[in-house]
């Protein structure tokens, strides 16, 4: 896992483009939340085998927005956003996730 700085980044602090995270600022690479977030996020695409894993991020995104008619409601409720945020915190989380875990949050 490597962590970058894109400063150009303006439409969100991280992002996990696997094997990349990018942050905006290089402050964030210290924020153990968001860092524990994105890794979440390499995890599942791992599972996914990547390309997969943004085809299915964006169809439930799409179908959310078609769903909730916002923005913000539709991203925060990607089954794979849903696992992110709610385990982001959780410090052994990846350790004990079992595979596939995304699958409870659809």
Same mark, same amino acid.
């Given at each position: 896992?490597?962590?970058?700085?894109?400063?150009?980044?303006?439409?969100?602090?991280?992002?996990?483009? /696997?094997? !990349?995270? +990018?942050? #905006?600022?290089?402050?964030?690479?210290?924020?153990?939340?968001? $860092?524990?977030? *994105? =890794?979440?996020?390499?995890?599942?695409?791992?599972?996914?085998?990547?390309?997969?894993?943004?085809?299915?991020?964006?169809?439930? /995104?799409? !179908?959310? +927005?078609? #769903?909730?008619?916002?923005?913000?409601?539709?991203?925060?409720? $990607?089954?794979? *956003? =849903?696992?992110?945020?709610?385990?982001?915190?959780?410090?052994?989380?990846?350790?004990?996730?079992?595979?596939?875990?995304?699958?409870?949050?659809?």
């Amino acid at each position: 896992m490597w962590i970058i700085v894109v400063p150009a980044m303006k439409f969100a602090d991280g992002m996990a483009l /696997y094997p !990349f995270i +990018l942050v #905006r600022h290089r402050e964030m690479k210290k924020n153990e939340t968001l $860092i524990r977030h *994105e =890794r979440i996020h390499l995890r599942q695409q791992l599972e996914l085998l990547v390309v997969p894993f943004y085809c299915f991020y964006l169809f439930n /995104y799409f !179908f959310n +927005l078609i #769903r909730y008619q916002n923005h913000h409601t539709a991203y925060r409720n $990607i089954c794979f *956003e =849903r696992e992110a945020y709610e385990n982001e915190h959780k410090i052994d989380f990846l350790q004990k996730r079992s595979f596939w875990n995304f699958i409870k949050y659809l």
